[in-house]
């Protein structure tokens, strides 16, 4: 990734990122050939999960057909490009790297021809031990082409040994290690697949009488006029032709279910159902928590927005102090590989983010984030209103600090880079410039997500280090890449 890429992406909003959004479309007849223009509204309601690159895929009985480009959905597509991809099958990628640097080779959906089938897969999540399956491949004489670990497991799946679908992504899954939810096209049929761990979501929606639409987040499907049915189950893969929906269970039932906590706290949209509950709904509870645990005396709850909007409603009904608006975001801050020199880089926060002076003068004011990663945002951030006048700021945060890197599909930081590496919560309110700093508790973030007492199972690896499935600690996203360079320089 560019270096500029780098700062604007990450250092401008110190967020972790999301890597992907999937979207899978299945139209009831075969001459019904709209599905990749379904598709195409599908990852636009994704586009929050990455900005890298998009890509569709569509099957119209007869072939199957890809088109993938650089930047933002809406500018990734122009009406030729939908209209060259007929077929009542497709599936959509939004990408940010995960594996692999951000280059249009590895924008999704790769394409793969096996012995007997020819399937484009997109993918979301990271598979850890990519580099191991990628040796297998070459065993079989299939060559990866890319950095990218999502290519290693479209061609392990289009060459996996079997004659049913059942008996090939059962083999994937036992082969699999990491984190993947994914969505399959063939010429005329449609799959998605979920990790038995279940580490990232994917949502089943019908889509009219026949017709069905898989997706990331159900908010997709809310957008192109699906009706969300369920959660895909951890381990399950569902099959979707002419014969209607079938679906087959985990091979692998005993694996750990480790949903990804961090879904819940920032990266899927407040309106999407996660663990059957609303997004929106358990970030108020995050907020009501922080409130109770972390009381301020204050005039003003804001928050740090968007992601932290649905937690500062919370913390503020909790505390019974007003709920307000002191920064505007603006909205379309995108990405940008223009290489911003020391002015500009002093003004990252600026781009972003503007203050209301006539709402904060002379408020104690509580401002309610999603999270701190690196901690080089915030100190901007609080700059920022105590320059429009707010008397006091209080820091809360609905995650606990953040101590170990991502191994399962976000591109967070390394260790040494986390602001609470080595530092009490004290040492990083001094740092950052606040009057007071809480960060929310493991236990108080568990209640708040799992408020139905499902008793479902989450991935808190990044706060608590205890990863659900075992990582080589080292490892980093272009570890694939590295592989591969290394082996063609032998
Ligand atoms: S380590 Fe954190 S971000 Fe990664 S899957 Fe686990 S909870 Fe999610």
């Given at each position: 990734?560019?270096?500029?890429?780098?700062?604007?992406?990450?250092?401008?909003?110190?967020?972790?990122?999301?890597?992907?959004?999937?979207?899978?479309?299945?139209?009831?007849?075969?001459?019904?050939?709209?599905?990749?223009?379904?598709?195409?509204?599908?990852i636009f309601a994704l586009q929050h999960r990455g900005q890298e690159s998009a890509g569709l895929?569509?099957?119209?009985?007869?072939?199957?057909?890809?088109?993938?480009?650089?930047?933002?959905?809406?500018?990734?597509?122009?009406?030729?490009?939908?209209?060259?991809?007929?077929?009542?099958?497709?599936?959509?990628?939004?990408?940010?790297?995960?594996?692999?640097?951000?280059?249009?080779?590895?924008?999704?959906?790769?394409?793969?021809?096996?012995?007997?089938?020819?399937?484009?897969?997109?993918?979301?999540?990271?598979?850890?031990?990519?580099?191991?399956?990628?040796?297998?491949?070459?065993?079989?004489?299939?060559?990866?082409?890319?950095?990218?670990?999502?290519?290693?497991?479209?061609?392990?799946?289009?060459?996996?040994?079997?004659?049913?679908?059942?008996?090939?992504?059962?083999?994937?899954?036992?082969?699999?290690?990491?984190?993947?939810?994914?969505?399959?096209?063939?010429?005329?049929?449609?799959?998605?697949?979920?990790?038995?761990?279940?580490?990232?979501?994917?949502?089943?929606?019908?889509?009219?009488?026949?017709?069905?639409?898989?997706?990331?987040?159900?908010?997709?499907?809310?957008?192109?006029?699906?009706?969300?049915?369920?959660?895909?189950?951890?381990?399950?893969?569902?099959?979707?032709?002419?014969?209607?929906?079938?679906?087959?269970?985990?091979?692998?039932?005993?694996?750990?279910?480790?949903?990804?906590?961090?879904?819940?706290?920032?990266?899927?949209?407040?309106?999407?159902?996660?663990?059957?509950?609303?997004?929106?709904?358990?970030?108020?509870?995050?907020?009501?928590?922080?409130?109770?645990?972390?009381?301020?005396?204050?005039?003003?709850?804001?928050?740090?927005?968007?992601?932290?909007?649905?937690?500062?409603?919370?913390?503020?009904?909790?505390?019974?102090?007003?709920?307000?608006?002191?920064l505007i975001k603006n909205r379309y801050v995108g990405r940008t590989f223009i290489e911003p020199?020391?002015?500009?880089?002093?003004?990252?926060?600026?781009?972003?983010?503007?203050?209301?002076?006539?709402?904060?003068?002379?408020?104690?004011?509580?401002?309610?984030?999603?999270?701190?990663?690196?901690?080089?945002?915030?100190?901007?951030?609080?700059?920022?209103?105590?320059?429009?006048?707010?008397?006091?700021?209080?820091?809360?945060?609905?995650?606990?600090?953040?101590?170990?890197?991502?191994?399962?599909?976000?591109?967070?930081?390394?260790?040494?880079?986390?602001?609470?590496?080595?530092?009490?919560?004290?040492?990083?309110?001094?740092?950052?410039?606040?009057?007071?700093?809480?960060?929310?508790?493991?236990?108080?973030?568990?209640?708040?997500?799992?408020?139905?007492?499902?008793?479902?199972?989450?991935?808190?690896?990044?706060?608590?280090?205890?990863?659900?499935?075992?990582?080589?600690?080292?490892?980093?996203?272009?570890?694939?890449?590295?592989?591969?360079?290394?082996?063609?320089?032998?």
């Amino acid at each position: 990734m560019p270096s500029a890429d780098r700062y604007l992406a990450a250092d401008a909003t110190d967020s972790p990122h999301e890597e992907c959004g999937v979207v899978g479309v299945y139209l009831p007849t075969a001459t019904d050939s709209d599905a990749a223009r379904v598709a195409f509204f599908g990852i636009f309601a994704l586009q929050h999960r990455g900005q890298e690159s998009a890509g569709l895929a569509a099957g119209d009985g007869r072939s199957l057909r890809r088109f993938t480009n650089v930047g933002l959905v809406s500018n990734a597509f122009r009406q030729e490009d939908l209209d060259r991809l007929p077929g009542h099958v497709a599936i959509g990628h939004t990408r940010y790297s995960t594996q692999g640097s951000s280059t249009a080779l590895n924008a999704q959906p790769f394409v793969s021809r096996g012995p007997s089938i020819e399937l484009a897969l997109a993918h979301n999540g990271n598979v850890i031990n990519a580099a191991e399956l990628r040796e297998r491949l070459a065993e079989w004489g299939v060559t990866c082409t890319t950095g990218s670990d999502s290519e290693v497991v479209t061609h392990l799946l289009a060459w996996a040994p079997g004659d049913t679908w059942e008996e090939k992504t059962s083999y994937l899954m036992r082969s699999l290690q990491g984190a993947y939810s994914l969505v399959v096209a063939t010429k005329d049929t449609l799959l998605g697949i979920r990790d038995p761990h279940g580490v990232r979501p994917l949502a089943l929606g019908r889509y009219g009488p026949g017709g069905w639409v898989i997706a990331s987040e159900s908010c997709a499907l809310d957008h192109v006029g699906a009706q969300f049915v369920r959660e895909i189950e951890p381990g399950e893969t569902v099959v979707i032709d002419r014969d209607g929906l079938r679906s087959f269970p985990s091979p692998v039932p005993d694996a750990r279910v480790a949903h990804c906590v961090f879904e819940h706290i920032y990266f899927a949209r407040p309106d999407s159902i996660l663990d059957g509950q609303l997004t929106h709904s358990a970030r108020v509870r995050m907020g009501v928590a922080l409130a109770k645990e972390y009381a301020v005396e204050a005039d003003l709850v804001i928050p740090v927005p968007d992601s932290a909007n649905s937690a500062a409603v919370g913390y503020a009904e909790a505390s019974g102090i007003p709920f307000g608006f002191g920064l505007i975001k603006n909205r379309y801050v995108g990405r940008t590989f223009i290489e911003p020199d020391q002015r500009f880089r002093e003004l990252g926060v600026r781009t972003k983010f503007n203050p209301l002076p006539e709402v904060l003068a002379g408020k104690r004011v509580v401002v309610v984030d999603d999270s701190i990663v690196r901690g080089t945002t915030t100190p901007h951030v609080i700059g920022l209103l105590r320059r429009a006048g707010a008397a006091e700021v209080h820091v809360r945060v609905c995650a606990p600090p953040i101590l170990n890197p991502c191994h399962f599909g976000v591109d967070m930081a390394t260790k040494d880079e986390f602001i609470a590496t080595g530092r009490t919560v004290e040492e990083i309110c001094e740092e950052i410039g606040a009057d007071s700093l809480a960060y929310l508790s493991v236990e108080s973030l568990h209640e708040a997500v799992n408020n139905d007492r499902s008793g479902a199972g989450f991935c808190d690896a990044c706060f608590t280090g205890n990863y659900p499935i075992p990582v080589q600690l080292q490892m980093d996203k272009l570890s694939l890449e590295r592989t591969i360079h290394h082996t063609s320089a032998d």
